[in-house]
C-alpha cells in the first residue's frame, strides 16, 4: 500500500509551514513571520506508533509562476502532454537558480504526491496568481485548496470564487486553530480525490480517532494520579533527643513542596508529550514562573479560584464532612476558611511572601511532632487537609490538558493558563469531588475514589472530541 504524500505549496508567508505542522503534529517544523523562510522542499511524515500514515512536503513559496507557465506552454502541443512538460520542466532546471522554489515545489507533486494549495483569505484574490493555479493543474495530481484566514476572512468570498476555477475541492482552513475534526475531515476529503489513497486514509482516519481517545485516557490517568498524590503524600523524618525540630519542620515542608511542584510539572510533560509537543519551550518560563506559587494562597486566587468558588469549595468540603462522618467541620478548616475570608478579600487581610507561605504551610500540609520509642521524634508533613488543594490542583491540571489538545502544532505561542480554574464546574460535581477528595484524604475506600475521580476527570479531558 503506497503511503499518500502531500505537497503544500502557494505564494510564500500564506501559512503552508503551519498547515504542515498542524497536519503532520510537528512543532519542529519552522514557521515564521518572514516570507521566504522555507527553502528547500521538506518531507514530515505523520506517524503513530512507528507507522507512517501520511507524509506531508513542505515547500517554498512560488515566485516566477508566470515565467514557468509560459516555458510550459512554449514546450506542450497538447492536453495529454501536460503532466510530462512540468516534469520536464524541473527535470531541465533544478540547477536553475531563478527556478529553484518552483522546482523544489513542483518536484514532490512530479513524483506522485498530492496538492494542498495554500492562500491567506485575508489578502484580496488577483489574477497574478493564475499562473500558478493554472501549473499545478498541469500537473494532473489530485489537489485541493486552503483558504487561511490569517488575518480575517475577509476575502474567502472572493477567493471561493476564484479558487473554484482551478479546484473542484475548496476549504477555508485555519492553519494554526483547524480541530482534529477539521483536520480528518481534510483526510477524508483527499480519500476521494485518489481511488489509491481511499483505503491508506480512511486507516489514518481510523488511527488518528483511536489514538486521540487513548491520549484523553492516558491524560486523565496522569491528572487523576497527581491528584490523588496530591491529597495523600507524605514526607517523613526522624529528629534524636536534643536536637531541635523547627528546622526540620521547614526543611520537610519545602522538601513536601518540592516533590508536588516536581510531580505537577511531570505531570504536565507528560501530557504535552501524550499530545506529540516537544518544542513548547517558550510555555516553559511562564510554567517557572507559577511553579512556586502552587503553594502560595494568595495565587491560588489569582490563579482563578475566585473568592466565591474557594469559599464555595471550602463549604461543600465542609457540609460533604459533616454529613458523612458526622462530625463538625473541626477548628482547623474553620480557621482556614475564615482566613481565607480575609486572605481573598485583599489589601489588608492578604498574606504574602516567605512568612505567610510558612504561616500557611502547615494548613496545607499537617505538621505532625511524634516522640518515638527509641527516643528523640518522627516529624511528618503531608498528607495535605486543606480542602482547596485538590481543587486547585484540578484544576490547574485540566486547563493545562485543555490548552494542550485544543492547541495545533503551527500555534507557537505561550500555553495561557491564567484562567479561570473551574468556573465551569457544576454545584452538583462540586460536592461529588469534595466528597471523593475527602474519602481519598481519610483512606476510605482508595479504589473506588481514584475509579470515580478518574471517571470524572476523563469525561472533562474529552471535553468537545
Ligand atoms: N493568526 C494566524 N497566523 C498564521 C496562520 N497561519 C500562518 N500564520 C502566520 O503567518 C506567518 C507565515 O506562516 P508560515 O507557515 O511560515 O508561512 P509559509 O507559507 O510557510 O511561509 P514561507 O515559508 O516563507 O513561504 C507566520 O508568522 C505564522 O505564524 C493562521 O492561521 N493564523
Ligand atoms: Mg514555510
Redesign the pocket.
Known sequence: MSIPGFAVV??????????VATLARDDAVY????????VAADAYPMRVDGETLYVLV?T??FQRARAVLEWLQAHCSDAAGRPEAVRAFVEQHEDDERYRDECQALRPIVDGAGIIY?VDGSCPYGAEYEAEMEILRWTGRPSLALI????SDEFVDQWTAGLGQFFTTVRVF????AELTKQLELLELFGHLDPAWRAPLERAVTILRQDRLLQTQAASNYITDLIIEGITYQVDQAVPEGIPTEPVQKLLFERYKAHLVKRERQCRQRVEELYYYANLKRSEQSLALEEGDLFNMEQWYLWGLGKKALLAVGASAGAVVGATTGMAVDAVSGGLLAGLGTLVTGGGGAISGAVGAWLYADRIAQMKVKGIPTGGHRISCGPSRNVNFPFVLLGRALTHQRQVSTRTH?D?GELDLSQPLLDWLGERERRQLARIFADLRSGKKPAQGRAELAAMVLEWCRGKD
Open positions: 502557494g505564494r510564500p508567508n500564506k501559512g503552508k509551514s503551519s498547515i514557521i515564521d513571520s518572514r516570507a521566504g523562510t522555507t513542505d517554498p513559496g495554500v487561511n484566514p490569517i488575518d485555519n492553519a494554526q486553530r503551527a507557537r
